[in-house]
């Protein structure tokens, strides 16, 4: 896993710069089977939820339902309980796992509200009219990101990356995807230039 910190610059923009990469254990569908099968629920908690026997098993389920909360709450407009669109709160295992692929309309939604975003941030840079429109066109356009010089592309990360920063939580979570992908991009030409 890559890890990177935020340098702090005085007068100027703070970025994230990478420090370093660590290992990570990651446990496979087979290891978390056997962690769960069998596993017995020894009480409930405050939410009625099950309370199991092993830490394994009360971490796992943890997790998912971390997960399931974290999807229903990117449904809910901020600051309440309407939902944002037509799509429903999963009720069932076919919606949650529907939902953790993000497809579709709520998908689209997302990554139209992610680039809303970011031409937000980028029109209080204080750059030029032109500079602007480049980062926005930089952050929609995959392709055009790419044929730019190894140097743009790192200023653009650097952007990006502070961009992330900035957001709420919630916002940080649900435009991982759109973020993480106009990162990757940067990262893969400046990789590709490397090679060359």
């Known amino acids: 896993m890559e890890v990177s ?14 420090v370093g990469e660590v290992e990570v254990t990651t446990p496979t569908l087979e290891d978390i089977a056997q962690m ?3 596993a017995k629920v020894k009480e409930k908690d405050e939410e009625g939820l099950p309370v199991y026997e092993t830490e394994e098993a009360n971490w796992i389920f943890g997790a998912m339902v971390a997960a399931i909360k974290a999807g229903a709450r990117n449904k809910l407009q ?13 009720t069932d295992w076919a919606g949650i796992v529907a939902t953790g692929e993000r497809g579709g309309a709520a998908a689209l939604a997302i ?23 480049t980062l926005v066109l930089y952050f929609n356009n995959k392709q055009a990101l790419m044929a730019q010089p190894a140097e ?4 653009m990360a650097k952007y990006v990356e502070e961009f992330a920063m900035g957001l709420s939580e919630e916002d940080q979570d649900r435009f991982t995807k759109p973020i993480t ?16």
């Open 181 to 196: 992908s106009v990162l990757e991009t940067c990262n893969e030409g400046i990789a590709a230039g490397n090679d060359f």
């Open 152 to 155: 743009n592309r790192q200023k």
């Open 5 to 18: 910190k935020t340098i702090e610059v005085k007068g100027g923009k703070n970025y994230r710069e990478k």
């Open 78 to 90: 901020p600051g309440s309980v309407e939902l944002k669109g037509d799509t429903p709160i999963p």
């Open 36 to 38: 769960v099968v069998g």
């Open 111 to 133: 990554h139209k509200e992610c680039k809303q975003a970011w031409a937000t941030y980028v029109a209080k840079l204080g750059k030029s009219e032109n500079t602007a429109a």
